[in-house]
């Protein structure tokens, strides 16, 4: 894998903005015996794409320091994106900072012009852990016609009564609100990977959001796992299993499978 840790100009926040990007690339095993040719770094088909979102506190960075995504993207043949969202909540915020129109438009229109990775829906997908888990919810749910599938781990999501007192009911950066706008106008919801440790601090809050996407008709796999609280270790394990659980039809699917079956 190709790993780039940069900062680009954010004409939505007015600032620079820190991110790391994992993009495939020839491995040392695969360049055994070509050392003679020309190098080469051609990429025949673009490659699917996940947007992977950080917890409260962490940055950019932290996804590839406590967890194996870098080496699971390969195997996947896959390419990441990580951005530094600070603490808020991939969200508009009254500070003035515009976190969803950040993600929502700046960061695709970046990555897909700086880099080799698809612009069909069918190959891009949204996940991330914590503040993060609620990040790929609302952003998954806001533009349900833009990915193949959301996950969300540990997932910051709290009840509809914890929506309305922070006056988020029904707008959206509502969860729950944004479920029933979509089924009431009839559209399709991507499927969703949606994971727990049963020992996590808000396990509660986790399951009553599961049971709520069910009732709606969600189609969503649902991962709880004993032994687990709100950590690095649960994550990493997740993170594995979500890239191998996403629907794929692009050029690399059979790849993916391969790896899969070793």
Request: charged residues 25%; aromatic residues 12%.
């Amino acid at each position: 894998m190709a790993r780039f840790e940069t900062k680009f100009i954010s004409q939505i926040l007015l600032r620079s903005v820190e991110m790391t990007v994992i993009i495939p690339s020839p491995t040392i095993p695969e360049s055994l015996g070509v050392a003679d040719r020309p190098a080469s770094y051609e990429v025949k088909d673009p490659y699917p794409v996940l947007y992977l979102l950080h917890g409260l506190g962490n940055d950019h960075s932290d996804w590839t320091s406590y967890t194996n995504v870098e080496l699971f993207a390969e195997e996947q043949s896959m390419a990441v994106v990580m951005i530094s969202a600070e603490n808020k909540f991939y969200r508009k915020n009254g500070d003035g900072d515009d976190f969803f129109r950040f993600l929502s438009e700046e960061v695709p229109a970046f990555i897909k012009g700086m880099f080799p990775v698809s612009n069909r829906p069918e190959d891009t997908y949204i996940a991330g852990l914590s503040m993060g888990g609620y990040g790929a919810m609302i952003h998954g749910l806001n533009h349900p016609e833009r990915f193949a599938a959301i996950g969300a781990f540990s997932s910051a999501i709290g009840t509809e009564d914890e929506q309305e007192k922070n006056k988020l009911q029904d707008g959206p950066f509502d969860p729950y609100g944004l479920i029933r706008k979509n089924v009431a106008e009839g559209k399709k919801i991507p499927p969703v990977y949606f994971a727990c440790g049963m020992q996590d601090m808000l396990w509660e809050k986790v399951c009553h959001y599961e049971k709520f996407m069910e009732e709606n008709g969600v189609d969503v796999t649902w991962v709880p796992v004993d032994g687990f609280r709100h950590e690095w270790r649960f994550w990493n394990i997740q993170i594995e299993k979500f890239l191998e659980w996403i629907p794929r039809t692009d050029a690399y699917a059979a790849d993916q499978k391969k790896h899969r079956s070793v």
